[in-house]
């Protein structure tokens, strides 16, 4: 904290789906924020910098933040099995690079983790009472980095908070293949192309809206804890599918329904009361306006598509180097 009373915020993986609102948010409410990213990129309150090259964040951490948001890694369940080194290298020595830093400059860290580390057949995902058994290397990966995180708060000092998100998402989240069934749903389904649909699986979504809220409580905690992130609304995936086909009024038929694969959990059920008694965090935004928010901007993203391109006031013109 700062004689003026502010806080300093360093939020690694800026970048990204979560980590740039976030940082906008914090400066929102009062925050000294500085951003750091592996992208490309280049102003005063930007560090471009791998986790896995530490040297490249010590201006960073010389800045003295009081907290750092550690969105940095490697994300999803294809993307970890295919690049598994860098998977292990980003999910693990990578953060291990950032909570020594950490330590070095006294900084409390949020580590983003996920609720991939519980793995499946659990009716329930309890911080306390569900032992993690991950079925994938990206819920690997994340219940390495949470057990290092861990260890160093209990033997080296480290002041930390691990939050495990369920089904975070957001209308402008990038779009690919890789990414959260909410987008790739809304993205195929606007522009006429199939979906699967996992047979009896079930989610409760978190607009990146509210989820932001619940991390920088998480920032505002004193002691160590693992905290489950989510909606406490559960709502079937074909349900999902279907508020979503409804909002382009497309095809019944390109909904496919297929048994869920080895490995995929079929229903996230995180309890929520560490979210709500230590954060003291309750979502806004519910899954129909989430939805309705998605869906508007995939349909002026297909507007853009069908306009055609302005021309070429540089065609035919030859540039030497």
């Known amino acids: 904290m700062r004689l003026d009373g502010s806080r300093r915020a360093l939020v690694l993986g800026s970048g990204g789906n979560i980590g740039a ?8 409410v009062g925050y000294d924020v500085l951003e750091s990213d592996i992208r490309p ?5 930007y560090v471009v910098a791998d986790i896995n090259h530490p040297v490249d964040l010590l ?23 295919q690049a598994a080194s860098t998977a292990i290298a980003t999910n693990l020595s990578g953060i291990n690079n950032v909570v020594q830093l950490c330590k070095r400059a006294e900084s409390r860290v949020v580590f983003f983790s996920s609720s991939e580390v519980y793995g499946p057949g659990h009716e329930i995902m309890d911080e306390v009472l569900t032992a993690p058994r991950p079925a994938n290397r990206y819920g690997l990966t994340k219940w ?17 908070v691990i939050l495990r998100p369920s089904m975070l998402y957001g209308e402008l989240e990038d ?3 890789h990414r959260s069934a909410m987008i790739r749903f809304a993205a195929n389904l606007a522009r006429g192309r199939p979906i699967e649909v996992h047979r009896d699986s079930a989610r409760g979504w978190l607009h990146v809206d509210d989820a932001i ?18 909606h406490p609304d559960i709502l079937p995936m074909h349900d999902l599918a279907e508020l979503i086909r409804s909002q382009f009024d497309a095809d019944p038929a390109l909904i496919r329904t297929v ?8 229903v996230k059920r995180p309890t929520l009361d560490r979210q ?18 998605v869906c508007e901007v995939q349909r002026r993203m297909l507007e853009s598509e069908a306009r055609p391109s302005p021309p070429d006031a540089l065609s035919g013109v030859s540039f030497l180097t």
């Open 59 to 81: 201006p960073a951490f010389d800045w003295c933040p009081d907290v750092v948001f550690l969105l940095s890694s490697l994300v999803g369940r294809p993307t970890c099995e």
């Open 21 to 28: 609102p976030l940082a906008a948010y914090l400066r929102a």
């Open 144 to 160: 390495l980095g949470e057990q290092l995180i861990e260890y160093e708060v209990r033997t080296g000092g480290l002041g930390a």
């Open 276 to 293: 709500r008694s230590l954060l003291r965090f309750e979502p806004a935004v519910s899954i129909t306006e989430g939805v309705s928010r």
């Open 41 to 45: 990129g280049w102003r005063s309150d």
């Open 213 to 230: 809220r619940g991390i920088e409580a998480a920032g505002r905690l004193d002691h160590f804890a693992t905290i489950n992130l989510g």
């Open 175 to 177: 779009l690919g293949e």
């Open 259 to 266: 048994p869920v694969p080895p490995g995929v959990t079929a």
